[in-house]
């Protein structure tokens, strides 16, 4: 292990520009379930993808709305706030790095931490959108009212969220971020998201160096030069000396 931390350390060292992408692993040591690992509504009868899809949000947004407050009902109400991960890529912004940060989260924690360059690959909670006027509404707004309408053409809000069948919208500026990196280090990612899934690979035949942070071992391991089976904390621990 400690063969391993010197040699990320040396990666972070001679990276100037780093992309980190990051998975549920870095929101469940905040404390924040993996909500597929939740009991929903899907457990009596209907799959996680039909109940957080956009199909079924224009279908039934207000049964849509119940399912969702359910399945994220921890996240929503929780106070979490950002752990050694989180803090660790703020760090490196900090010293001069230039860091991206990809994350397939979206509880708002990485910005919270104070990374400047965030882009939340499958949305935020923080926020709701009208669908009609796009107009933005605050998670406040949200939480006082159950079925959540906009303000101004009372159209039912849909939160800023990619939900299964909608595209993800900002995927070709992570893969552009990823191919452009000195530096891809995956944390806390199963890499089983498709097309996220594949920015490793991407940059592995592009010839950046890559290296995973999981406490499991993925399907897409080959992609990398460097892996190290544990978690995100104790890891950044020992990267920083701690």
Aim: proline share 5%; with cysteine.
């Amino acid at each position: 292990m400690s063969e391993q931390i010197n040699r990320l350390r040396q990666m972070l060292e001679q990276a100037e520009t780093i992309v980190a992408l990051t998975g549920a692993g870095m929101s469940t040591e905040s404390g924040i379930p993996d909500f597929r690992s939740a009991n929903g509504l899907w457990s009596r009868g209907m799959s996680l993808a039909e109940v957080v899809s956009i199909d079924y949000f224009r279908r039934d947004p207000e049964a849509f709305w119940q399912a969702f407050r359910e399945i994220f009902r921890i996240k929503l109400i929780g106070d979490y706030r950002p752990n050694e991960g989180h803090q660790f890529l703020a760090e490196l912004e900090q010293q001069g790095k230039r860091v991206t940060v990809l994350t397939q989260n979206i509880d708002g924690l990485h910005a919270r931490a104070g990374s400047g360059r965030v882009l939340e690959l499958h949305g935020s909670l923080l926020t709701a959108s009208c669908p009609s006027c796009d107009t933005t509404h605050a998670l406040d707004y949200v939480l006082h009212h159950p079925l959540p309408v906009c303000r101004l053409c009372h159209d039912v809000l849909k939160p800023d969220v990619v939900l299964y069948g909608e595209a993800v919208p900002l995927i070709e500026l992570a893969f552009d971020a990823a191919l452009q990196a000195d530096l891809l280090l995956v944390m806390g990612s199963s890499l089983e998201v498709s097309p996220v899934n594949l920015i490793p690979l991407e940059a592995a035949q592009a010839g950046v160096a890559t290296a995973l942070i999981n406490y499991t071992p993925t399907r897409m391991d080959h992609a990398f030069d460097l892996r190290i089976l544990g978690g995100i904390g104790e890891t950044c621990r020992a990267l920083s000396g701690a």
